[in-house]
């Protein structure tokens, strides 16, 4: 807040125990605030007013009553374990996976809630449907879009050495077939991909897609129609384990 409030007084007002009487005693003071924030354009709001009138005036705790979730799986050291405390989901919102401890939680207590009702389930199914809709239409768009691309293409390979192999049983690649590999290094891959513009669809199955994506984007290849990425073609019997995020499903719940 621009110095406006000491960094070691800052507080996160999300987990607030509200007692009416001090805002309704304090109710033109946070009013003038909440303008005063919004005309300076200050991200968190309430947590923003309350610190710039407050910061000074309050009793501070110890962590453990309003632990970060999202900290502690980002800093803390696995396996994680529960303490006696007060477990704050902000940014880190659970997943249907019960076995992390955090999710088991806070299921546990949002099955104590008003909003855990036999809707729910409903709520669940259409969030299934949406879910593995979109999968199944995409996966079709992107079969037929690389099926047309093939009747006026030649594949081509972008291989990691150590999956040589792999890929020539998994692809069933021909000897005609291109196949370049990382430790030829990303010259040599521009200028064969140079020469065969138009013509190839490179499959990339090697090192980190993304750093390899990028790469290519940066000289002007087009992601979709120049390359793909070929370890979405792989499935778990090839060794590339599929993981379902199912937070959209938590939040339609």
Known sequence: MNNLVKHENYFNADVLLINPKFFRENFEAILETCKFIHEKNYSYYEQDVLNYLFSEKYLKLPYRF??????????DPKPHYLEKAIYHFAGAKPDLNTDDIFNKLYFKYFLKTPWATVDMFGNINKALEKTFGQILNDSRNMLLHVTNLLSERRRAFFVDENSREAAKQIFAI??????????????MLVKRMNENKGKVLLFVLAGNYWHVRNFLLRQNFIEGTDFINGFLFLSERQGFKINFDSKPIVQAI
């Open 174 to 187: 021909k000897p005609e077939e291109t196949v370049i590999y990382l430790a030829e290094g990303g010259e």
């Open 66 to 75: 309003n632990e970060m979730v999202r900290n502690i799986r980002d800093f």
